[in-house]
Nanobody, 124 residues
Framework: QVQLVESGGGLVQAGGSLRLSCAAS????????MGWFRQAPGKEREFVAT????????RYAESVKGRFTISTDNAKNTVYLQMSSLKPEDTASYYC?????????????????WGQGTQVTVST
């Protein structure tokens, strides 16, 4: 079992920055691939970024590449999503996910555990 708790969401003006955190716990979470996904009202959940605890290999959605950075802090068992140059279209609930046998890092169905989500709202 892996437990994930997100924090750091909020309201920010366009062009601003936010950092989301995902605190992970459980006996084997370091073996997992970690991902951030987002879901806006009326839309499907979409991939944002992913990182491997073991290799630190990262991947980003084209829509956030160059603006968002995913990272881990092993001492704090936490995954971060640093978001900069935020746009109104980044408004969504953001979810942290963990997957053990992930074959497609951008596919939500490959992840086994999910956090409760944190809301990010970007105003114009």
């Amino acid at each position: 079992q892996v437990q994930l708790v997100e924090s750091g969401g909020g309201l920010v003006q366009a062009g601003g920055s936010l950092r989301l955190s995902c605190a992970a716990s459980g006996s084997t979470f370091r073996s997992y691939v970690m991902g951030w996904f987002r879901q806006a009202p009326g839309k499907e959940r979409e991939f944002v970024a992913t990182i491997s605890w073991m290799t630190s290999l990262t991947r980003y959605a084209e829509s956030v590449k160059g603006r968002f950075t995913i990272s881990t802090d092993n001492a704090k068992n936490t995954v971060y999503l640093q978001m900069s140059s935020l746009k109104p279209e980044d408004t969504a609930s953001y979810y942290c996910a963990a997957g053990l046998a992930v074959t497609n890092r951008a596919r939500a169905g490959d992840y086994d555990y999910w956090g409760q989500g944190t809301q990010v709202t970007v105003s114009t």
